[in-house]
Nanobody
Framework: DVQLVESGGGSVQTGGSLNLSCTAA????????MGWFRQAPGKEREAISC????????QYTDSVQGRFTISRDNSKNTVYLQMNKLKVEDTAMYYC????????????????????RGQGTQVIVSS
């Protein structure tokens, strides 16, 4: 079975930074695109960022562009999300996800094609 385990969440003040990690097991990590999404209470899931298997294509949603950076280390089966200049509206549970198929692309509504997900890590940003 595929396992995705997120870590690195916490509570910070506005303007602070956090670096989330997601370590995968049970899949050929370097063949799958990886993404991050978040969900706040009472709100829909929001796809944040996606990185393809070879790291030559990265996508960000507009609300985090320029503040968040996604990266991956295929030797460690880990994907990261560096979050800077955090805002109160970034408060949510953050999840990582793996693409359903090998060599899937981070295009269009990519989250719909990423069924393997972790349990999440909580991020709280206070003013």
């Amino acid at each position: 079975d595929v396992q995705l385990v997120e870590s690195g969440g916490g509570s910070v003040q506005t303007g602070g930074s956090l670096n989330l990690s997601c370590t995968a097991a049970g899949l050929k990590f370097d063949a799958y695109a990886m993404g991050w999404f978040r969900q706040a209470p009472g709100k829909e899931r929001e796809a944040i960022s996606c990185i393809n298997y070879s790291t030559d294509f990265i996508q960000y949603t507009d609300s985090v562009q320029g503040r968040f950076t996604i990266s991956r280390d295929n030797s460690k089966n880990t994907v990261y999300l560096q979050m800077n200049k955090l805002k109160v509206e970034d408060t949510a549970m953050y999840y990582c996800a793996a693409s359903n198929g090998q060599y899937d692309a981070c295009t269009g509504s990519w989250l719909r094609r990423f069924d393997r997900r972790g349990q999440g890590t909580q991020v709280i940003v206070s003013s």
